[in-house]
């Protein structure tokens, strides 16, 4: 099944006291990137998620954005910094010395200097995150691949339609090739009786230059390769793996068996045949630069 390179997808997940919020946005990229902002707690984490992504995308640019929420109230720690308030101590006594000041210093004088009285929270054991971010993910994956396909499953029935053109063509060509060589013939028979009129045309000469045209103007071989590859291009559509690059080799190929043909023919209706296949072939081309 084709996938384009598009998409978009999101997905939530709570637990461990936190929410977690996964969006995901892939556009056309030549190659595959991954392009990720996460808070600065979760960064240890960004090398396993890059490589769940990695897993399930192979070709596009994919930008990733997650978001943690508290759920529930954190636990605060009080510390102390016995040190600190020591040196604050010392320093008050020394200023009362200096200053010939009278009064007592006291637990309140202490704790209000900075840096005494600490709030700490407590250490995040990021590791047990990663279930509840690993389900959040997966439902933006979920989301973002659900539309690829679904955009690709437009991108095909569009292409099928202008794969079915393209085959009607060549059957027109082919058909029309025999009757190259029979009008070839016609118009030679004609000319020579023009240009030596009264005169008896060597009819095996005649047939070995008919002869001579044909097999120049043979398109049987582009013919078949070019069925062979719209075949093969059908085929590879509905294949689950990325495609895209395999297509792409295929259209470069049939777009050299359609020159040939034109370049082999030498016949208007032909030309004009040709003009029309390579426009379908041109309109399948932007649409496979979608595809992964």
Known sequence: MLKSMTGFG???ASGQGKRFTVELKAVNHRFGEIFLRLPRNMVSLE???RRVIQSRIARGRVDGYISMEECAEKSQVVKVDKGLAASYYKAMEELQS?????GSITLEHLTGLPGVL??????????????????ALDGALEGLLAMRRSEGARLKADMDGRLDRIA???KQIEDRAPRVVAEYHQRLTQRLAEWMPGTTLDESRLAMEVAIFAERSS??????????????????????????RKLDFLLQEMHREINTIASKAGDQEISRAVVEMKSELEKIREQVQNIE
Request: glycine share 6%; no cysteine; net charge negative.
């Open 219 to 244: 398109i049987t071989e582009e013919v078949v390769r070019l069925y062979s590859h719209l075949a093969q291009f059908r085929g590879f559509m509905d294949v689950t793996e990325p495609v895209g």
């Open 10 to 12: 999101r997905g939530e």
């Open 47 to 49: 090398d396993r998620i």
């Open 98 to 102: 200096i200053l010939g000041l009278k």
């Open 168 to 170: 009607l063509i060549l």
């Open 118 to 135: 600490v709030l700490e929270e407590p250490e995040e054991e990021v590791e047990k995150w990663w279930p509840v971010i690993q389900e």
